[in-house]
């Protein structure tokens, strides 16, 4: 697969280099042209556009801490109910919005391990790990070893 990108890549250079060689000779391309080419359009933004932007960025920021908030909220409250896949689909959505919680991984990690997902639960501990919780480490290891296990079993 690496291969057939690289080698497209290279088709790309090799016809890019031709059409280029073939515009030169056929003279399309004129002094006056190829300085409109050349010439950067660049504008520097004024302080009043950046100031509007951090705004706007920061507006956008708080809306989705706030719905962080909200699913997370919904997520365990389907779990303490005992609805799993809401509570999936409420933390889903909670960790989309850019924020994240070790506890809400390594909650999710244990939902998905209890129904047999360990991939999953897997990939959710060692997010937890990584966020800092103090038993998503050991979690992300047992797991690991039990889906080694599972494909030891599976294969004799």
Known sequence: QHKNYLLQLKMKAKISILLIITTLLTGNLSAQNYSLLVTP???PRTFNEMLIDAYIAAYARAVNQQKFQQYTAAA???LASGDDEAFIQYSTYALRTGFYSAELYYDRGRVW???GY???AKKSYKSAWHAGHPEG???FLRVKEKIKNNRKKNKK
Do not use: I, L, P
Request: hydrophobic share 20%; charged share 35%.
């Open 41 to 43: 359009t660049f504008k």
């Open 76 to 78: 365990y409250e389907a």
């Open 113 to 115: 391990e209890y129904h």
């Open 118 to 120: 360990d991939k999953y």
């Open 137 to 139: 480490y050991s979690a």
